[in-house]
Protein backbone atom coordinates (compact mmCIF):
# COMPACT_ATOMS: atom_id res chain seq x y z
CA UNK A 1 0.00 0.00 0.00
CA UNK A 2 1.20 3.23 -1.03
CA UNK A 3 1.75 5.69 2.25
CA UNK A 4 2.30 9.48 2.22
CA UNK A 5 5.43 10.73 3.52
CA UNK A 6 8.42 8.84 5.15
CA UNK A 7 7.66 6.09 7.24
CA UNK A 8 9.12 6.00 10.81
CA UNK A 9 11.52 3.75 11.31
CA UNK A 10 12.13 3.31 15.45
CA UNK A 11 13.02 -0.01 15.67
CA UNK A 12 16.50 0.02 17.20
CA UNK A 13 17.86 -1.12 14.09
CA UNK A 14 18.19 -1.31 11.58
CA UNK A 15 17.85 2.65 11.79
CA UNK A 16 16.90 5.06 9.10
CA UNK A 17 19.74 5.60 6.22
CA UNK A 18 20.13 9.05 5.41
CA UNK A 19 20.10 10.60 2.45
CA UNK A 20 23.49 11.51 1.88
CA UNK A 21 24.31 7.83 2.90
CA UNK A 22 21.92 6.24 0.57
CA UNK A 23 23.26 8.45 -2.71
CA UNK A 24 26.85 7.17 -1.36
CA UNK A 25 25.76 3.45 -1.87
CA UNK A 26 24.00 4.50 -5.64
CA UNK A 27 27.25 4.43 -7.73
CA UNK A 28 28.83 1.26 -9.82
CA UNK A 29 30.31 -1.63 -8.05
CA UNK A 30 33.81 -1.39 -9.33
CA UNK A 31 36.68 -3.89 -9.40
CA UNK A 32 37.46 -5.34 -5.70
CA UNK A 33 41.19 -5.99 -7.06
CA UNK A 34 41.84 -2.56 -8.56
CA UNK A 35 43.47 0.48 -6.85
CA UNK A 36 40.53 2.61 -6.77
CA UNK A 37 39.17 -0.60 -4.36
CA UNK A 38 42.49 -0.69 -2.25
CA UNK A 39 42.23 3.15 -1.88
CA UNK A 40 38.30 2.87 -0.21
CA UNK A 41 39.18 0.54 2.06
CA UNK A 42 42.90 1.72 3.18
CA UNK A 43 40.40 5.02 3.60
CA UNK A 44 37.59 3.00 5.27
CA UNK A 45 40.15 0.84 7.86
CA UNK A 46 42.02 4.31 9.18
CA UNK A 47 38.63 6.09 9.96
CA UNK A 48 36.99 3.09 11.47
CA UNK A 49 39.40 3.26 14.41
CA UNK A 50 38.43 6.43 16.35
CA UNK A 51 34.49 5.13 16.19
CA UNK A 52 36.03 2.23 17.95
CA UNK A 53 38.36 4.63 20.07
CA UNK A 54 41.50 2.52 19.03
CA UNK A 55 44.57 2.57 17.43
CA UNK A 56 44.42 -1.69 16.64
CA UNK A 57 43.15 -3.21 13.55
CA UNK A 58 39.29 -3.62 12.96
CA UNK A 59 37.93 -6.03 9.81
CA UNK A 60 34.70 -6.00 8.31
CA UNK A 61 32.74 -9.08 7.19
CA UNK A 62 29.56 -8.96 4.57
CA UNK A 63 27.98 -10.86 7.19
CA UNK A 64 25.20 -9.54 9.86
CA UNK A 65 25.79 -8.85 13.12
CA UNK A 66 25.35 -12.29 14.39
CA UNK A 67 28.20 -13.28 11.87
CA UNK A 68 30.78 -10.77 13.60
CA UNK A 69 29.74 -12.44 17.52
CA UNK A 70 30.66 -15.97 15.62
CA UNK A 71 33.85 -14.14 14.62
CA UNK A 72 34.97 -13.63 17.94
CA UNK A 73 34.38 -16.94 18.83
CA UNK A 74 35.94 -18.63 16.44
CA UNK A 75 39.38 -16.52 16.00
CA UNK A 76 40.14 -16.55 19.54
CA UNK A 77 39.19 -20.24 21.34
CA UNK A 78 39.63 -23.75 20.92
CA UNK A 79 36.77 -26.49 21.12
CA UNK A 80 35.46 -27.40 24.59
CA UNK A 81 36.91 -24.09 25.87
CA UNK A 82 34.40 -22.91 29.24
CA UNK A 83 33.94 -19.13 28.53
CA UNK A 84 31.50 -16.87 30.96
CA UNK A 85 28.89 -15.19 29.46
CA UNK A 86 26.54 -12.45 31.62
CA UNK A 87 22.95 -12.76 31.17
CA UNK A 88 21.32 -9.42 30.08
CA UNK A 89 18.42 -10.10 27.78
CA UNK A 90 17.39 -11.61 24.32
CA UNK A 91 20.85 -11.11 22.80
CA UNK A 92 23.08 -12.48 25.55
CA UNK A 93 21.14 -15.36 25.14
CA UNK A 94 20.91 -15.82 21.10
CA UNK A 95 23.41 -14.16 19.56
CA UNK A 96 25.80 -15.22 22.67
CA UNK A 97 25.24 -18.44 24.16
CA UNK A 98 22.85 -20.09 22.00
CA UNK A 99 25.64 -19.77 19.52
CA UNK A 100 28.38 -20.23 21.47
CA UNK A 101 26.94 -23.88 22.87
CA UNK A 102 26.23 -24.73 18.99
CA UNK A 103 29.97 -23.97 17.70
CA UNK A 104 31.16 -26.83 20.92
CA UNK A 105 31.71 -23.30 23.60
CA UNK A 106 30.98 -24.94 27.46
CA UNK A 107 29.24 -21.84 28.37
CA UNK A 108 28.98 -20.46 32.45
CA UNK A 109 25.53 -18.29 31.50
CA UNK A 110 25.58 -16.12 34.95
CA UNK A 111 22.02 -15.46 35.21
CA UNK A 112 20.48 -11.89 34.85
CA UNK A 113 17.30 -10.16 35.64
CA UNK A 114 16.93 -8.39 31.89
CA UNK A 115 16.57 -4.89 34.25
CA UNK A 116 20.12 -4.69 34.57
CA UNK A 117 23.45 -5.06 33.27
CA UNK A 118 26.45 -7.58 33.58
CA UNK A 119 27.37 -6.83 37.38
CA UNK A 120 31.01 -6.00 37.52
CA UNK A 121 30.89 -7.67 41.08
CA UNK A 122 29.94 -10.98 39.67
CA UNK A 123 31.91 -11.21 37.33
CA UNK A 124 35.12 -10.68 39.54
CA UNK A 125 33.26 -12.84 42.25
CA UNK A 126 33.46 -15.53 39.48
CA UNK A 127 36.74 -15.19 37.96
CA UNK A 128 38.22 -15.09 41.71
CA UNK A 129 36.90 -18.46 42.20
CA UNK A 130 38.51 -19.94 38.96
CA UNK A 131 41.48 -20.45 40.16
CA UNK A 132 42.43 -22.75 37.59
CA UNK A 133 41.80 -19.96 34.83
CA UNK A 134 39.77 -22.17 32.76
CA UNK A 135 37.52 -20.15 31.53
CA UNK A 136 38.84 -18.14 28.49
CA UNK A 137 36.98 -15.14 27.99
CA UNK A 138 34.11 -12.97 29.84
CA UNK A 139 31.38 -12.18 27.12
CA UNK A 140 29.05 -8.80 28.11
CA UNK A 141 26.58 -7.06 25.51
CA UNK A 142 27.57 -3.75 25.75
CA UNK A 143 24.01 -2.51 25.23
CA UNK A 144 21.08 -4.64 25.18
CA UNK A 145 19.11 -4.08 22.57
CA UNK A 146 16.39 -6.48 23.97
CA UNK A 147 15.96 -4.30 27.45
CA UNK A 148 17.58 -0.69 27.14
CA UNK A 149 20.56 -1.41 29.37
CA UNK A 150 23.90 -0.85 29.03
CA UNK A 151 26.45 -2.71 30.76
CA UNK A 152 29.66 -0.42 32.27
CA UNK A 153 32.38 -2.07 30.60
CA UNK A 154 35.24 0.13 31.98
CA UNK A 155 33.73 -1.40 35.59
CA UNK A 156 34.17 -4.83 34.10
CA UNK A 157 37.30 -4.64 33.22
CA UNK A 158 38.50 -3.40 36.67
CA UNK A 159 36.75 -6.09 37.86
CA UNK A 160 38.80 -8.72 35.71
CA UNK A 161 41.99 -6.53 36.43
CA UNK A 162 41.05 -6.45 39.96
CA UNK A 163 40.78 -10.68 39.79
CA UNK A 164 43.62 -10.63 38.48
CA UNK A 165 42.32 -13.41 35.50
CA UNK A 166 43.54 -13.48 32.07
CA UNK A 167 40.36 -14.10 30.28
CA UNK A 168 39.46 -12.54 27.05
CA UNK A 169 36.98 -9.96 27.01
CA UNK A 170 34.94 -9.74 24.37
CA UNK A 171 31.70 -7.16 23.88
CA UNK A 172 28.85 -6.81 21.78
CA UNK A 173 28.75 -3.13 20.76
CA UNK A 174 26.21 -3.74 17.81
CA UNK A 175 23.48 -1.00 19.51
CA UNK A 176 26.02 0.95 20.75
CA UNK A 177 28.98 1.83 18.36
CA UNK A 178 28.37 5.24 17.43
CA UNK A 179 25.92 5.98 19.65
CA UNK A 180 27.20 5.44 22.90
CA UNK A 181 30.37 6.44 24.27
CA UNK A 182 32.03 3.31 24.07
CA UNK A 183 36.46 2.69 24.17
CA UNK A 184 37.78 -0.30 22.81
CA UNK A 185 41.61 0.34 23.75
CA UNK A 186 41.05 2.52 26.99
CA UNK A 187 38.81 -0.67 28.75
CA UNK A 188 41.07 -3.11 27.37
CA UNK A 189 38.66 -4.61 25.68
CA UNK A 190 40.25 -7.44 23.67
CA UNK A 191 37.41 -8.28 20.76
CA UNK A 192 34.76 -5.44 20.27
CA UNK A 193 31.47 -6.88 17.55
CA UNK A 194 29.89 -4.35 16.05
CA UNK A 195 27.59 -4.20 13.07
CA UNK A 196 26.62 -1.68 10.54
CA UNK A 197 22.32 -1.08 10.84
CA UNK A 198 22.29 1.43 13.74
CA UNK A 199 24.71 3.83 14.75
CA UNK A 200 27.21 3.66 11.70
CA UNK A 201 23.39 4.49 9.61
CA UNK A 202 23.82 2.21 6.80
CA UNK A 203 21.85 -1.06 5.86
CA UNK A 204 22.82 -4.52 7.14
CA UNK A 205 25.17 -6.36 5.61
CA UNK A 206 28.64 -5.60 7.44
CA UNK A 207 29.85 -7.10 10.67
CA UNK A 208 33.20 -5.83 12.54
CA UNK A 209 35.73 -6.98 14.98
CA UNK A 210 37.93 -4.84 16.33
CA UNK A 211 40.81 -6.80 18.51
CA UNK A 212 43.43 -6.49 20.78
CA UNK A 213 47.25 -8.02 20.32
CA UNK A 214 46.22 -10.29 23.00
CA UNK A 215 43.13 -11.77 21.20
CA UNK A 216 45.04 -12.02 18.13
CA UNK A 217 47.82 -13.96 19.90
CA UNK A 218 45.18 -15.73 21.93
CA UNK A 219 43.87 -16.44 18.09
CA UNK A 220 47.24 -17.69 16.41
CA UNK A 221 47.14 -20.66 19.52
CA UNK A 222 43.28 -21.40 19.67
CA UNK A 223 41.76 -24.17 17.28
CA UNK A 224 38.70 -23.33 16.40
CA UNK A 225 38.21 -24.44 12.27
CA UNK A 226 37.76 -21.05 10.64
CA UNK A 227 38.39 -20.06 6.89
CA UNK A 228 35.68 -17.47 6.17
CA UNK A 229 36.30 -15.69 9.51
CA UNK A 230 39.72 -15.72 9.49
CA UNK A 231 41.29 -12.12 10.87
CA UNK A 232 44.70 -12.84 9.93
CA UNK A 233 43.77 -13.90 6.14
CA UNK A 234 41.59 -10.89 6.25
CA UNK A 235 44.16 -8.22 7.97
CA UNK A 236 46.77 -9.95 5.66
CA UNK A 237 44.96 -9.03 2.45
CA UNK A 238 43.90 -5.62 3.90
CA UNK A 239 47.24 -4.35 4.41
CA UNK A 240 47.48 -3.50 0.44
CA UNK A 241 43.42 -2.34 0.52
CA UNK A 242 41.71 -5.67 -0.77
CA UNK A 243 39.80 -8.86 0.88
CA UNK A 244 40.43 -12.87 0.70
CA UNK A 245 37.15 -12.79 -1.02
CA UNK A 246 34.51 -10.58 -2.83
CA UNK A 247 33.66 -7.34 -0.45
CA UNK A 248 30.31 -5.24 0.10
CA UNK A 249 31.47 -2.77 -2.19
CA UNK A 250 28.32 -0.68 -2.60
CA UNK A 251 28.21 -0.90 1.13
CA UNK A 252 31.82 0.49 2.20
CA UNK A 253 30.81 3.33 0.22
CA UNK A 254 28.05 4.13 2.37
CA UNK A 255 30.90 2.98 4.98
CA UNK A 256 32.74 6.04 4.16
CA UNK A 257 30.28 8.49 3.66
CA UNK A 258 28.44 7.65 7.02
CA UNK A 259 32.08 7.35 8.73
CA UNK A 260 32.61 11.11 7.17
CA UNK A 261 29.54 12.10 8.77
CA UNK A 262 30.22 10.90 12.22
CA UNK A 263 33.79 12.57 11.67
CA UNK A 264 32.22 16.23 11.41
CA UNK A 265 29.59 16.08 13.69
CA UNK A 266 32.32 15.11 16.67
CA UNK A 267 31.76 11.47 18.29
CA UNK A 268 31.60 13.59 21.51
CA UNK A 269 28.43 15.38 20.24
CA UNK A 270 27.39 12.36 18.27
CA UNK A 271 26.97 10.62 21.90
CA UNK A 272 25.62 14.17 23.43
CA UNK A 273 22.80 13.99 20.99
CA UNK A 274 21.48 10.00 21.87
CA UNK A 275 22.12 11.21 24.92
CA UNK A 276 19.70 13.90 25.18
CA UNK A 277 17.13 12.26 23.19
CA UNK A 278 17.06 9.24 25.94
CA UNK A 279 16.31 11.57 28.31
CA UNK A 280 13.45 13.25 26.46
CA UNK A 281 12.03 9.84 25.67
CA UNK A 282 12.15 8.97 29.43
CA UNK A 283 10.51 12.11 30.23
CA UNK A 284 8.31 11.34 27.99
CA UNK A 285 7.82 7.97 29.07
CA UNK A 286 7.83 8.85 33.34
CA UNK A 287 4.71 11.25 32.34
CA UNK A 288 3.01 8.96 30.99
CA UNK A 289 2.81 7.11 34.35
CA UNK A 290 4.67 3.98 32.41
CA UNK A 291 7.25 1.83 33.99
CA UNK A 292 11.18 1.67 32.11
CA UNK A 293 12.37 -2.00 31.48
CA UNK A 294 15.70 -0.47 33.14
CA UNK A 295 16.02 -0.43 36.48
CA UNK A 296 19.46 1.45 37.19
CA UNK A 297 19.63 4.95 36.19
CA UNK A 298 23.24 4.21 35.59
CA UNK A 299 22.39 1.71 32.57
CA UNK A 300 20.03 4.05 31.20
CA UNK A 301 20.59 3.06 27.12
CA UNK A 302 21.35 6.47 24.72
CA UNK A 303 20.04 4.29 21.51
CA UNK A 304 16.55 3.29 22.79
CA UNK A 305 14.28 2.92 25.49
CA UNK A 306 12.26 -0.28 26.95
CA UNK A 307 9.09 0.55 27.69
CA UNK A 308 6.66 -1.77 29.76
CA UNK A 309 3.03 -1.98 28.85
CA UNK A 310 0.46 -2.57 31.70
CA UNK A 311 -0.56 -6.16 32.91
CA UNK A 312 -3.36 -7.19 30.55
CA UNK A 313 -2.41 -4.85 27.86
CA UNK A 314 -0.15 -6.78 24.91
CA UNK A 315 2.13 -4.57 23.89
CA UNK A 316 2.44 -5.70 20.64
CA UNK A 317 -1.25 -5.09 19.55
CA UNK A 318 -0.08 -1.17 20.71
CA UNK A 319 2.76 -1.66 17.79
CA UNK A 320 0.18 -2.84 15.73
CA UNK A 321 -2.25 -0.16 16.12
CA UNK A 322 0.17 2.42 15.85
CA UNK A 323 1.87 0.89 12.35
CA UNK A 324 -1.82 0.55 11.03
CA UNK A 325 -2.48 4.41 11.70
CA UNK A 326 0.82 6.30 12.03
CA UNK A 327 3.12 4.46 9.48
CA UNK A 328 5.95 3.79 12.38
CA UNK A 329 7.21 0.77 13.55
CA UNK A 330 8.25 0.59 16.75
CA UNK A 331 10.82 -2.26 18.32
CA UNK A 332 8.74 -5.64 19.79
CA UNK A 333 9.13 -7.17 23.15
CA UNK A 334 11.53 -10.12 22.42
CA UNK A 335 12.07 -13.49 24.39
CA UNK A 336 10.24 -12.93 27.98
CA UNK A 337 9.21 -9.47 27.20
CA UNK A 338 7.12 -10.53 24.11
CA UNK A 339 3.83 -8.62 24.91
CA UNK A 340 4.86 -6.99 28.26
CA UNK A 341 7.24 -4.64 26.26
CA UNK A 342 8.11 -2.63 23.07
CA UNK A 343 10.94 -0.37 22.65
CA UNK A 344 11.84 2.87 20.76
CA UNK A 345 14.63 3.06 18.65
CA UNK A 346 16.37 6.50 19.17
CA UNK A 347 19.72 5.77 17.36
CA UNK A 348 21.57 6.73 14.06
CA UNK A 349 20.60 9.68 11.96
CA UNK A 350 18.15 10.87 14.44
CA UNK A 351 16.95 14.72 15.38
CA UNK A 352 14.72 16.27 18.11
CA UNK A 353 11.66 16.19 15.63
CA UNK A 354 12.31 13.10 14.61
CA UNK A 355 12.07 11.89 18.31
CA UNK A 356 9.03 14.45 19.16
CA UNK A 357 7.09 12.96 15.77
CA UNK A 358 8.05 9.50 17.37
CA UNK A 359 6.86 10.19 20.89
CA UNK A 360 3.84 11.46 19.27
CA UNK A 361 2.65 8.70 17.25
CA UNK A 362 3.46 6.83 21.19
CA UNK A 363 1.27 8.83 22.44
CA UNK A 364 -1.74 8.64 19.77
CA UNK A 365 -1.21 4.70 19.96
CA UNK A 366 -1.83 4.79 24.29
CA UNK A 367 -4.79 6.23 23.70
CA UNK A 368 -5.91 4.10 20.43
CA UNK A 369 -5.54 0.61 22.16
CA UNK A 370 -7.07 2.03 25.19
CA UNK A 371 -3.09 1.68 27.37
CA UNK A 372 -3.97 3.23 30.58
CA UNK A 373 -1.79 6.35 30.71
CA UNK A 374 -1.53 10.10 31.67
CA UNK A 375 -1.52 12.14 28.59
CA UNK A 376 1.74 15.21 28.65
CA UNK A 377 4.64 12.62 28.00
CA UNK A 378 5.07 14.39 24.42
CA UNK A 379 5.05 17.92 26.20
CA UNK A 380 7.74 16.81 28.98
CA UNK A 381 9.88 15.21 26.62
CA UNK A 382 9.42 18.92 24.41
CA UNK A 383 10.62 20.25 27.81
CA UNK A 384 13.98 18.16 27.62
CA UNK A 385 14.21 19.06 23.86
CA UNK A 386 13.94 22.89 24.06
CA UNK A 387 16.03 23.43 27.47
CA UNK A 388 19.28 25.42 26.24
CA UNK A 389 22.17 22.53 25.60
CA UNK A 390 25.40 22.63 25.66
CA UNK A 391 27.69 24.20 23.04
CA UNK A 392 29.07 21.50 20.82
CA UNK A 393 32.47 20.30 20.97
CA UNK A 394 35.20 20.95 18.38
CA UNK A 395 37.61 17.99 17.75
N1 LIG B 1 23.72 -8.42 19.48
C1 LIG B 1 22.96 -7.33 19.68
C2 LIG B 1 23.18 -6.51 20.92
C3 LIG B 1 21.99 -6.95 18.75
O1 LIG B 1 21.23 -5.87 18.95
C4 LIG B 1 21.81 -7.76 17.59
C5 LIG B 1 20.78 -7.42 16.61
O2 LIG B 1 19.97 -6.53 16.78
C6 LIG B 1 22.62 -8.87 17.42
C7 LIG B 1 23.56 -9.17 18.39
C8 LIG B 1 22.50 -9.72 16.21
O3 LIG B 1 22.83 -8.96 15.06
P1 LIG B 1 22.22 -9.31 13.63
O4 LIG B 1 20.74 -9.33 13.78
O5 LIG B 1 22.73 -8.20 12.73
O6 LIG B 1 22.76 -10.62 13.22
Known sequence: MTRPGRHFLQIPGPTNVPDRVLRAMDLPTID?????FARL???????????????GPVVIFPSSGTGACEAALMNTLSPGDRILIMETGWFSHIAWRHQAEKIGLQVDYAPGTWRRGASPEEVEERLRADQAHAIKAVVV????????????????????????????????????????????DEWEVDVTVAGSQKGLMLPPGLGFNAMSEKARAAGKKATMP????????????????????????????????????????????????????????????????LEIVCEDPREYSGSLTAIFTPEGHDADRLRGIILEKFDMSLGTGLGKLAGKAFRIGHLGSFNDLMLAGTLAGVEMGLRLAGVPHRSGGVVAALD?????????VMS
Open 32 to 36: HRGPD
Open 41 to 55: TLDILEALRPVFQTR
Open 141 to 184: VHNETSTGVTSRIGDVRRAMNSARHPALLIVDTISSLASIDYRH
Open 226 to 289: RSYWDWEAILKNNAAGFYPYTPATNLLYGLREALAMLQEEGLANVFRRHQRHAEAARAAVRAWG
Open 384 to 392: VLSAPVAEP
